[in-house]
Every structure is written in structure tokens, then in C-alpha cells.
């Protein structure tokens, strides 16, 4: 019972007292009567039952007992490996400091060592001689960044854009009669009479010639255009060959 349960179990409580009872009134009898219950009970089968069963029993209790020693010291073992795990942590932490600091100086010998071996290279390979600048440094003749080409090309490019964007939304969002269907359609009534456009013999020639105009100016940005990406840009060759790998490839 103490193997399975504390000592402050209530069964272990009864059976200790029972013990002490038992115990108390074996002392109590004489010695003599003692010894002739002794003699009759040797013959009885159920005493000599009782008697082994108590015997084994015994041998259990010796054996929980030397069981619970044994559990007791491992526990006190147990015990003292934690008290002491808090120290064994402080302990592995300063070898890990100890060992980072031993690493740390030891990478700073080999960078030495190193530079003294590449050292001791150079000079005997310039036997002793000393090393001279023979090309001084220069400053860059034109600024690395922004690109100026590329950024008036874009500019270029952007301001086309816009303007045809804006006189695109000018034409859609103007919403004034032009002809007279678009009159009919917005009053919803037939349009008796028109007159028709009077276009004078120099009002065609201002349009034929605003239109030639258009025509040169549009053809010489074009050339501008691209006299700009083969000299500042990319050559017209190279361009040509990336577009063609980027449409067949």
C-alpha cells in the first residue's frame, strides 16, 4: 500500500493503526501461553495459510520498501539536476560568449595573416620597388545621368500624344451642330432649307497648302526621329535586329 499510495492515504492510516494494535496485544499475552497458542495453531491448516500469506506478504512489503528507496534516491537526483540546470545554462552561455570571442579574434589573425601574405607577395614580386601612378584619375566629360536624348525624345513622343489625345477630346465633346442632320436629329424636325458651303478659290489653296505643310513637318520629325534613336539611342541596324527577334522568336 505505500507503493501505491502516500503516507497520508487514509487505508495506510487504518492498516498502521490495525498493525499497532495487533502488535500491542501479541506483546501483551505471556510468553507461555504465547508459545502453547503457538503449538496448538502449528497443526491448524488455516494458521499455516495466514502464515505463509503473512510471510509473502512481508516479502512484498520488503520489496515495495527497497522499491521506494530506490524511486526516493532517484528523485533526489532528479531533484538536484534541476537545482542545477539554471548553473549549467549560465555555464554554456559564457562558453558561447568565450567561443564567439575566440572566433571573432581568430577570423581577425586570419585576415592578417592574409594581408601579410599578399604583402610579402607583392614585394618580391616588385623586388623592393615602389608603386607609382602612372595614369592619374580624370573627370567625366559628360554627366552619367539624365540622359538627354532619351528624355526629349520621350518628351517628343509624349507631347504628340497629348496633343492628339486633347483634340481628340475637343471633337468628342463638342456638342455643336454641324450640318443639317445633325440638326433634324437634335430638334426632331425636318430641315426646310441649307445653305451650302462657299469655299473661294484661296480658301483651297490655304488648305492645300496648310495640308503640304503638315505633310513635311510630320515627314521631317519623322527623320529627326530617327536620326535621334540611331546617333544618341541605339543603331538603327541593332534596333531592327531586337524587333525582328521579338516578333519571330
Request: aromatic fraction near 6%; charge should be positive.
Amino acid at each position: 500500500m505505500e507503493s501505491r499510495f502516500s503516507d497520508q492515504h487514509p487505508d495506510v492510516i487504518k492498516t498502521r493503526s490495525e498493525i499497532a494494535k495487533l502488535e500491542a496485544r501479541i506483546n501483551a499475552q505471556p510468553e507461555k501461553e504465547t508459545g502453547k497458542n503457538k503449538g496448538a495453531m502449528a497443526d491448524n491448516q488455516a494458521y499455516i495459510n495466514l502464515s505463509s500469506q503473512l510471510a509473502g506478504v512481508e516479502t512484498e512489503i520488503d520489496s515495495a520498501r527497497a522499491q521506494l528507496k530506490e524511486l526516493n534516491q532517484k528523485r533526489d537526483q532528479y531533484r538536484r539536476r534541476i537545482d542545477t540546470s539554471p548553473k549549467v545554462d549560465e555555464v554554456y552561455k559564457a562558453l558561447l560568449a568565450e567561443r564567439n570571442n575566440t572566433q571573432l579574434k581568430y577570423d581577425d589573425l586570419m585576415k592578417k595573416t592574409l594581408e601579410a601574405r599578399v604583402a610579402q607577395g607583392l614585394e618580391k614580386g616588385q623586388m623592393g620597388e615602389r608603386f607609382t601612378l602612372i595614369d592619374p584619375a580624370r573627370l567625366p566629360e559628360k554627366p552619367v545621368r539624365p540622359n538627354v536624348p532619351a528624355v526629349l525624345l520621350i518628351g517628343l513622343i509624349l507631347g504628340i500624344g497629348s496633343g492628339v489625345g486633347f483634340a481628340s477630346f475637343k471633337e468628342y465633346a463638342d456638342q455643336s451642330v454641324k450640318n443639317a442632320r445633325e440638326l433634324a436629329g437634335a430638334v426632331n424636325l425636318p430641315v426646310l432649307a441649307s445653305l451650302p458651303e462657299i469655299v473661294t478659290w484661296e480658301e483651297k489653296k490655304l488648305a492645300r497648302e496648310t495640308r503640304r505643310y503638315l505633310l513635311i513637318a510630320v515627314g521631317v520629325a519623322f527623320v529627326l526621329g530617327i536620326m535621334i534613336v540611331h546617333f544618341f539611342v541605339m543603331d538603327l541596324d541593332v534596333l531592327w535586329a531586337r524587333v525582328m527577334r521579338r516578333l519571330f522568336i
